[in-house]
């Protein structure tokens, strides 16, 4: 939950992603360079690279949809759900 409560020390991505969406066309390309190099190496880990942009998307948007509710309990239902989702993705990709 410390991702949730603490935007400033979490990940840039969900606190930045608007943001870096209404920059200019230099901002957004750094952006995509940094977030592709992310994703590949999940993918080089997972061995997929669909899979990679999938988790790598579910947490970035879990994270901002947590952050966007008031309720503590909403808001670890939502990282609870997506970490439940993610782990069953990838034991059904073993």
């Not at 935007?7 to 901002?27: K, N, Q, T, Y």
């Not at 669909?50 to 579910?58: D, F, G, R, T, V």
């Amino acid at each position: 939950m410390a991702h949730v409560e603490q935007p400033e020390s979490g990940r840039a991505l969900p606190a930045l992603g608007a943001e870096i969406a209404r920059g200019d066309l230099a901002v957004r390309q750094q952006a995509e360079d940094w977030i592709y190099r992310l994703q590949q190496r999940w993918a080089q880990a997972l061995g997929n690279e669909s899979q990679a942009w999938s988790i790598l998307s579910q947490c970035v948007g879990a994270l901002v949809m947590a952050r966007m509710l008031v309720s503590p309990d909403m808001q670890y239902q939502v990282l609870r759900s997506s970490h439940d989702e993610i782990n069953r993705q990838l034991a059904g990709a073993v």
